[in-house]
């Protein structure tokens, strides 16, 4: 069965940080780009990050530009995303989700991704 689990979620506070795991069952990293996403109470799903199924590409929102990296273990069939310097405007669920192929679309739209995660909650405050 196809699953993308995330995990390492929590309350830090502002300039701290933390890493979020992606763990992928049922296909493996190898032929796939995952992508990150968050989604803050009454606003819509936004795009974070993308990496392609080798590693040697990825992106980035504006908004996380040199203060998250993504990253990914295709031996361990996990993607990662390290986010530093965090804001308050971070508080978010963050969710890990498939790209259909092994490169990442230019546009980061939720749409595109064909399988999600439950999802993990974030919380930046003092």
């Known amino acids: 069965q196809l699953q993308l689990v995330e995990s390492g979620g929590g309350l830090v506070q502002p300039g701290g940080s933390l890493r979020l795991s992606c763990a992928a069952s049922?296909?493996?990293?190898?032929?796939?780009?995952i992508g990150w996403f968050r989604q803050a109470p009454g606003k819509e799903r936004e795009g974070v990050s993308c990496i392609s199924s080798s590693g040697g590409s990825t992106n980035y929102a504006d908004s996380v530009k040199g203060r998250f990296t993504i990253s990914g273990d295709n031996a361990k069939n996990t993607v990662y995303l390290q986010m530093n310097s965090l804001k308050p405007e971070d508080t978010a669920v963050y969710y890990c989700a498939r790209y259909g192929i092994s490169w990442c679309p230019s546009s980061r739209r939720a749409y595109e991704y064909d399988y999600w995660g439950q999802g993990t909650q974030v919380t930046v405050s003092s």
């Open positions: 049922g296909f493996t990293l190898d032929y796939y780009a």
